[in-house]
């Protein structure tokens, strides 16, 4: 684990800027994402609203795409944004909710959101890290979710204690099977559509995710093996080329490398199902933005009227006529089998 965040080290990357301008500045042949993709790209019906409640957490990983960290003290979303979160979510279409962060446990108006969002009858994904259902204040969490019906959508790099360790700190896997073990004592992971658990993977390497299936079976057989452990489901993601994740390629001498893999690997098969297409995300700040990349990245929603909004201007029909903002980190979404918050894509 890092010992601290991009920002508290003074890194230029912690700047969004400096990201864009270290991306642009390699040579990749096709490297224009909007002209590969050759036709604009554009909202679908929205389905998901994701809220990124803040930058707090009680780690630190390597391939952090939101720089989140303990020191990330300031970035959290207040109770008078949240209710502006919830006056804008009943302006819309969306049937999902999806809290993430940092550990947006972490967050003192979490539980009030997710209640607020229960009270709706909205489905209700929590973007969990495992160790913090350990710490102390969030131990009950298991059974809270549980009576809430909040699917636990909780990241585990590898089902391997080496690899998980290497990207997520020492400590971190054992602490992160404990935390399965308590979910699945709540009544998680056995099938029930209330109490949905689903892991999230990604490539400890420069690779892109393998095959999710096969993936799955893979972690559903050692994880039951090993540990007694069950799961529902399992989503695989790539890693995308921002934040500690972009800090590390540079620092190890992969960046180029990875970043001609993504942009050989284009699949135009996953473009209709690029997440910015059926999800609005939402800033710790109350801005709104594409995607929780385009977010990292302060990549702010463009269009007439749709300019930079700001939830207190929030306004469904003028989101619906946008242009999703893209650049060359969108190539980390339609590599392959394609990356979103909702795993491959085809
Ligand atoms: S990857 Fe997740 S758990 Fe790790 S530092 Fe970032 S937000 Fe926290
Ligand atoms: S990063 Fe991915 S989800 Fe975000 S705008 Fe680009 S393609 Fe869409």
Redesign the pocket.
Known sequence: MLPTSLLRRGSPLSGPQHQLALLNSLILPQGN?AETLGQP?TPARLEIFQINIGKLCNMTCRHCHVDSAPDRLVENMDRATVDLCLEALDQTTAHTVDITGGAPEMNPNFRYLVDQCVQRGKQVIDRCNLTILLAPHYEDLPEWFAARGVEVVCSLPHYQERETDSQRGDGTYNKSITALQRLNSAGYGQGDPQRRLTLMANPTGTGLSGSQACMEKEWQAALLNNYGVTFDRLIALNN?PISRHLEWLAQAGHLQQYMELLVNRFNPATVSG????N?LSISWDGRVF?????QMLD?ETQGQGAEGLHLRDFNPRLLADRQ????R??F???AGSG??CGGAIK
């Open positions: 994402f790209l995308m690029l997440m910015c297409r999800t594409d995607c929780d990349f385009n990549l999703i903002r893209t650049d980190h969108c980390g979404c339609t990356s979103s």
